[in-house]
Every structure is written in C-alpha cells, then in structure tokens.
C-alpha cells in the first residue's frame, strides 16, 4: 500500500526537473467514488525534515550551531494559558547535552522543542514562508517537529535556499508560453530573492551535510550515494510512520520525497515490517540522485 510524491527541483533557476505523482492520479474509494490525488502537491505532515527550518530561524538569531542543548527525554515546558508541552526523542532515548548541530544530526526533538521555545513558534513561520512554505502553519511548539502539513513541491522549492546560499526562487513549471503563430505570450524571468543571510544559509548547509556524513538518521544515503558532490539534508517521519521523507540537496539539485500509505493515516510497510525512511524515501533519493548525478565532477 506504499505510496510515493517526490519533486526535483535546479535551486539555479527554480525549475521543476522532475515530478512524481504517484502510483496512479485515480483513486478509488470505498464507496465507489474516485479522487485524483498529486501526492507531489499533497499535503502531509513533514516530521522532522521541518526542522531545519528552525535550524535557519536559530542561527539567523545568533545561536551557534555549536551551542550545547539539553536533549535528554522527556522535557516538559509550562506555556501559559495553554496545557503543558512534552516532546520525547524517538524511543525516549536520552542524548544527554549535546551541540545544536549533533542534535540535528541525531534527530532530538526535545533539544529542538528548546531551540523553538528560545526562537519563538512566529518566527519559524515567518521564515518557513519566506523560504518557499506557501501551507498555512499552525502557531504551536508542536511545529518544529512537523505538525502542520506540507507538501513536497513546498519542501523542495524550500529546502532548495540552502543550496543557494539564502537566495530563494519560486518553483517554476512553465518557462515558456508560445501561441500557434509562434509569438511568445508569456516568458519566465528569474527573480531571485536574498530570504536568509548568506552566512546564515551557508552555516545551516554545512549542519545539513554534516547530517548525512554522520549517517545517523541518514543511514542508506551515507552509504549508498556515490556522486561526487557535497550533499546535505534530512529525514523525516511523523509519530504513527504514515509519512516518510527525505529532503536532500546538491549543487545541481534538490530532491524530495515522500512515502506514504495510500490509506490516510495508516502506518505505512514494507517488506512486512514498519517501514522507516532507510527502506522507503532514502533508497528511492539517492538511486535517483546518483543516475542522474553520474559522471558530474
């Protein structure tokens, strides 16, 4: 019952490269009746691949990316007129006190619910959307770890800003519009916007690739990516395993994919186990990545 929404995007230009949809645009239900479903433009809860967000919004405060946190599990914070928000790590394992980049690489939700309650939840939306995230954003702490839906073409036009060193470009799928005479109705022009800092950007690429040269939560792309290019990103899966990304970048492209059960918010398989983004998004990112890299020095 797996499922699959995947957007390529060249964060040069914003053009869309690639997109995959799905199995099959028609769905039928229960009932009888059919829903088209684009699960490239579908919204789905990101987990933690949201978090670099908060990653960009922390170090364009002035955190360090080597700022030491505290990411044991639970962490329990007190918020007024509201009831009290506890995030766990996976499996409530207790990471100790680490640095913000460790954090990131281990995937700490406690050390990252920290990092938000400092920066504040508006904030991260405010460069969420400045970074290509069009969704609408719940204001909760509950964000950072990828509550509110989002879809992969959001996530890749964003993830995209990274590769660029702060410069966002929306994503582009018509460059050109001609009539039947040949005359040009409509051309594309590049409009660049500075959204991060540079410095800023190049910081949080370098935690990004440090994220996939640890391997942690990026096992298979660790492993298995052979092109010969610097490459940064991250993970994500939401708490029942019915969404699983990866978002990832080079300086040529950036890749994301979803998985997914076909039956909303169904835990998703495979093989007859849990499937996990090592056995489901991550192969699929770095079998496209490394064709489509090849031979590129």
Request: proline share 4%; with cysteine.
């Amino acid at each position: 019952d797996l499922d699959i929404g995947m957007t390529v995007i060249d964060p040069k230009t914003g053009y869309i490269k690639a997109m995959v949809g799905g199995r099959d645009y028609n769905r039928v239900e229960d009932d009888g009746s059919v829903l088209h479903i684009n699960h490239a433009t579908s919204r789905n809860q990101p987990g933690s691949s949201f978090k670099t967000f908060t990653l960009a919004t922390a170090i364009e405060m002035g955190m360090n990316p080597n700022i030491t946190i505290n990411c044991n599990s639970p962490l329990t914070w007190k918020i007024a007129g509201q009831a009290d928000y506890v995030a766990q790590n996976y499996g409530n394992q207790s990471m100790g006190y680490i640095s913000l980049a460790r954090a990131t690489e281990l995937s700490s939700n406690t050390g990252y619910a920290q990092v938000v309650m400092a920066v504040g939840v508006d904030k991260l939306i405010e460069t969420a959307h400045l970074m290509g995230i069009d969704s609408d954003l719940q204001s909760v702490p509950s964000l950072v770890l990828g509550s509110s839906g989002v879809t992969p073409l959001e996530m890749c036009e964003a993830y995209s800003v990274f590769a660029t060193n702060g410069v966002h470009r929306d994503a582009i799928a018509i460059t050109k519009i001609e009539d039947r005479n040949g005359n040009t109705v409509y051309e594309h022009e590049n409009d660049p916007e500075q959204v991060i800092d540079e410095g800023v950007a190049q910081d949080a690429r370098e935690v990004l690739e440090g994220v996939v040269d640890a391997g942690y939560t990026t096992s298979y792309v660790h492993r298995y990516f052979t092109a010969n290019q610097p490459v940064g990103g991250k993970t994500g899966t939401s708490d029942k395993a019915d969404n699983l990304w990866f978002c990832g970048f080079t300086p040529q492209l950036t890749t994301t994919v979803w998985c997914g059960n076909r039956d909303n918010n169904q835990a998703a398989h495979y093989k007859g186990a849990l499937a996990s983004t090592p056995t489901t998004a991550q192969p699929i990112w770095t079998d496209y990545m490394n064709t489509v890299l090849k031979g590129l020095d």
